[in-house]
């Protein structure tokens, strides 16, 4: 997930995406407006707007101690963690690896739970027993309220909760089948998120239309998270014996670097069959300098294309990740989140042999779930 870097914390990059926000507003505002003067109301607006701004920071940094624990714990067990990034409902650690059992993968979903609660009751005890303004004891009530409450919705049983995770791998221990636990999980997390939607449409029906739109929402993250977790679960499965040479579509052909888009449109991508091209460098014949695809040359305005060379549309080589063919597929996607590319080369002895990128990923899972198909069909027959 992309964002906005803002550090880092024990060497993971923290950032956080523009959606983070618009919950900070929305925070800030409902707290100010709502929460604060009700439980205060001898407190100025003033005073309801500032310590409402701090209860919402805090509230976040909370979330990002949730998320640490999570990567702390990654990184003990030998995964790597490149970043932690807030976003409009929590927070997301991006991890290269995966756990490799059922016991340390409850563990790492487990941990960010007890900290949110570790949090939620520290900040509790010290309301209650440490002298200190009321400003203060009320920010640190709040801070005791929503931890709790953070702890408990996340330990709900539905994908990609962290208690869908823990259920993910009670599953895994029992069947053995870690794609066949997930896509358990992810079943429970649809129901959860349907009876979160369900839940919020009564309450606009019931007069708190701004309730019922966030448990709406909350309900329609937790669905969308359920299916991508399943369907990731299945595409690690499918790559896990994979490599870059057989994800990676053959270069169809060369182009010249002052060749105008006009004539690579008529004579390269005529039928569009061939998406890419290899672009030699100057001079060198096929020594591979840059890459051309179909969707790069419909970007460029098609008046242009008489004037316009290759060389000016063409992805240059050096903003290219190149790997091994013998690199393993999900290293190779990795690889390409971390970078952010779209594509990557295929290269072997200094030779371009193709490259990898969405659609052909796409293209062999596509072909892997036919075999597999036709497979499960074979047996039926049988």
């Not at 970043?83 to 995966?98: A, D, H, Q, R």
């Not at 029992?174 to 369900?198: E, M, N």
């Not at 790559?239 to 169809?252: N, Q």
Request: proline share 4%.
């Amino acid at each position: 997930m992309n964002g906005i870097r803002i550090g880092r914390l024990f060497g993971i990059k923290v950032a956080i995406h523009p959606s983070w926000f618009v919950i900070l507003g929305l925070f800030t505002f409902s707290l100010a407006t709502g929460f604060f003067p009700r439980a205060y109301s001898a407190w100025s607006p003033a005073e309801a707007w500032i310590v409402a701004a701090v209860a919402t920071l805090l509230l976040f940094a909370s979330v990002l101690a949730h998320e640490l624990g999570h990567s702390l714990v990654a990184r003990a067990q030998g995964i790597p963690v490149t970043n932690i990034t807030l976003f409009l409902l929590g927070g997301v650690s991006t991890m290269e690896k995966e756990a490799t059992s059922p016991g340390r993968e409850a563990l790492m979903a487990g941990v960010g739970p007890l900290v949110s609660l570790v949090i939620g009751l520290a900040s509790w005890a010290a309301a209650n027993f440490v002298r200190a303004p009321l400003q203060v004891q009320a920010v640190l009530l709040y801070l005791g309220l929503a931890n709790v409450t953070l702890a408990v919705f996340n330990l709900l049983p539905a994908l990609p909760m962290d208690g869908g995770r823990v259920l993910s791998a009670l599953l895994w221990w029992r069947s053995h089948d870690r794609v066949q636990a997930t896509r358990g999980a992810a079943a429970v997390g649809r129901v959860v998120g349907y009876l979160f939607i369900a839940l919020g449409v009564l309450q606009v029906l019931g007069g708190s239309p701004f309730g019922g739109v966030w448990l709406g929402l909350i309900g329609w993250v937790i669905i969308q998270g359920s299916r991508a977790g399943a369907a990731q679960s299945v595409m690690r499965r499918d790559l896990a014996d994979a490599t870059a040479s057989r994800l990676m579509t053959k270069v169809a052909g060369w182009l010249r670097p002052f060749v105008t888009l006009s004539s690579a449109a008529q004579q390269g991508f005529r039928d569009f069959e061939s998406r890419c091209l290899a672009v030699e460098a100057e001079e060198e014949g096929q020594v591979f300098d840059g890459l051309m695809c179909a969707r790069d040359l419909a970007f460029e305005p098609r008046p242009k294309w008489a004037v316009r060379r290759v060389r000016d549309a063409m992805v240059p080589a050096r903003d290219i990740p190149v790997v091994a063919p013998d690199k393993p597929a999900l290293d190779v996607l990795r690889l390409m989140q971390t970078k952010r590319a779209d594509r990557v080369a295929v290269i072997s002895k200094g030779r371009l042999l193709g490259f990898v990128d969405a659609t052909s990923v796409d293209r062999y899972l596509r072909m892997r779930e036919a075999d597999r198909q036709r497979l499960e069909s074979r047996l039926k027959a049988a």
